[in-house]
Every structure is written in structure tokens, then in C-alpha cells.
């Protein structure tokens, strides 16, 4: 089941604000969204990954922990794994999925692009994501970072969100308009 709603909290966009603030510090605003976008595939491929961040059953030192030590694994270090030892500490985890798109719209404004969210029902490739970004850009007349996520749900087509813009071309929607239109005609 996929999350369609991309709300980011308070919490997730003042950390995410941190990061960035500290990344820019450190002049490593890009290899800080490399590591956070590994560790967002991560938590995407590991449904164990996603219950450790999120239950609030394991101990702050069993999260910092374990979280440590597939960071190891994956290569990811400095900034991030600080970061995610600050968050395991605070008990904020549980936020880290939007920690980590808050950080990646702020990024995208810092580069003078504006975020778009894409859900589509199957896997993109780089050509189409490329394609779109080029069609965001004449709407929206700025450089677009997309951040494609994949819900089957939805069967086909793409739901786009830029700003508090949506365009939703799913197939979902689709069905459903026309399942109302029949109930209203029969």
C-alpha cells in the first residue's frame, strides 16, 4: 500500500532545515541528497527497514543502532549518519520519510527549481522522466527536480503534484468519474 499523500509535518521540515543549513555549511548540499536518496530506496525495498523507523516499540539506542549499521553497509557517513543518530535520539524517526522530501524541496529551491512529486503505476524510465521534466519546465517556466514514485494503484497514467498544483491522469480517477456518470445516468 503506498502512501499518496506527500505531507510534510513541522517536525520533518524544521530537521529537514537543519540538514540542509549544515549541508551548506559544509558545501555538501548534493552528496547529503545522494545519501538521503539512498537511505529513501532503502526504506522503500525493506519493509523491516520501514517498521524499525517507524514503531515506536524499539528503543531509541536499538534504532540508532541497527539504523548505524545499515548506513555502514550502504556507504552512507558524516552529515546524514549524525543526522539520523540525532533524529534515533530524539525520537523523531518515525518522521524521517518526510525529513527526507522536506530536505529535497528545500534543496530544489536552493538550486532555483521547483519540486514535483510523481506518482506513476510503473517504474519510469530515465527518457520519460527526462521528457517530463522538460514538460514541467514549459509550464512552469523553472528547472523541475521530480521525485517519481511508483503506486500500481492507480493502474496508469500519472498523478503530478507541483506546488499546490495536482494533475491527476491516473487511470484510477478515470474509472471512478466514469463509474458516477453511469450511476447518475442508470
Known sequence: MADTSQHIS??????ASSLFELALEAGSVAE?????????AMLDDSADLKRLVASPVFTAEDQTRALLAVCEKAGIQGLVANFLKVVAGNRRLFALPGMIAA??????????????????AHALSEAQVNELKQALKGVTGKDV?????????????????????????????KLSTLK???KEVG
Open 10 to 15: 513541522g517536525v520533518a521540515e524544521r530537521y
Open 32 to 40: 547529503t541528497g545522494r545519501d538521503l536518496d539512498r537511505l529513501q
Open 103 to 120: 530536505f529535497r524541496i528545500i534543496a530544489a529551491r536552493h538550486r532555483g527549481e521547483v519540486s514535483a512529486e510523481v506518482t506513476s
Open 145 to 173: 527536480a521530480v521525485n517519481v514514485t511508483v503506486d500500481p494503484s492507480i493502474l496508469g497514467g500519472l498523478i503530478v503534484k507541483v506546488g499546490s498544483r495536482q494533475i491527476d491522469t491516473s487511470l484510477r480517477t
Open 180 to 182: 458516477l456518470a453511469l
